[in-house]
């Protein structure tokens, strides 16, 4: 995580209850975003310095977090991103093709044509935050390209299932973007299944919809498997 100058809205009077609220919400996108990497230890003082609040709220945010299995607790002061075994993260991808691409293939059937161009320019925002070594906001991109799609499903407990999953396999996104031997530059997510998914969605072809998000987890997959210790 990279530091920077607390924003002014921590200077506000606010109860115990928003700030764990604020802490839990900022950890997940985080984590969703891939802003946090496998095996990653970091202590709560630091979180809470980060987020410019003291730890006890982030105390309580972690622990909502542990028990979605999207932390560990190594000790008391401290926290640890887990590592997945090859058969966990194998079950994590069919259970993302199956969820979200339902989410998709909902979302065909109600966005609007104004939503659509709001994702299309989510969409070049990767590629052109790749282009400037922003590593961090070309996850951050993808994560809003994926979850403005899954909104239009109309499902909040559908797209709230697709979180828990992108909690616990969103720290591997970072094993996409570190370059390889024999690969000529870094990777940029999403590939060529975000236009596809796109173009689905404009046709409202929701069998389309849900055969490009199936390609996109699926192309991921292969990369990550061939980056698992």
């Known amino acids: 995580m990279t530091a920077k100058e607390p924003s002014r809205l921590w200077l506000q009077s606010l109860d115990t209850s928003t700030l764990h609220e604020r802490a839990y919400q900022h950890l ?3 984590l969703m975003a891939g802003l946090f990497r496998p095996g990653e230890v970091v202590t709560l003082r630091g979180v809470a310095d980060q987020l410019g609040t003291s730890v006890m709220p982030v105390r309580e945010a972690v622990r909502r977090l542990v028990s979605e299995r999207a932390f560990e607790m190594p000790t008391s002061r401290s926290i ?4 997945m075994s090859r058969e966990h993260f194998d079950e994590l991808c069919r259970c993302r093709v199956l969820l979200e691409g339902e989410a998709a293939s ?3 059937a109600n966005i609007s044509a104004v939503q659509i161009e709001v994702l299309k320019e ?4 990767m590629p052109a935050r790749s282009a400037v070594g922003d590593v961090a906001g070309m996850l951050a991109a993808n994560q809003a390209f994926h979850f403005g799609v899954y909104a239009h499903s109309e499902s909040q407990l559908l797209v709230s299932m697709i979180e828990t999953l992108w909690l616990q396999g969103g720290p591997y996104l970072n094993l996409l ?5 024999n690969e000529q530059e870094s990777l940029i997510v999403g590939g060529g299944y975000h236009e596809d998914l796109l173009d689905a969605l404009v046709r409202r072809d929701a069998q389309a919809a849900r055969a490009a ?3 996109d987890i ?3 997959a292969e990369l990550y498997r061939s980056r698992i210790p």
């Open 177 to 181: 973007i570190t370059p390889q031997p």
């Open 80 to 83: 640890r991103v887990p590592r």
């Open 122 to 125: 989510k969409n070049q925002e």
């Open 213 to 215: 998000i199936a390609g």
């Open 218 to 220: 699926s192309a991921a």
């Open 106 to 108: 909902l979302a065909a």
């Open 28 to 30: 997940k996108t985080a």
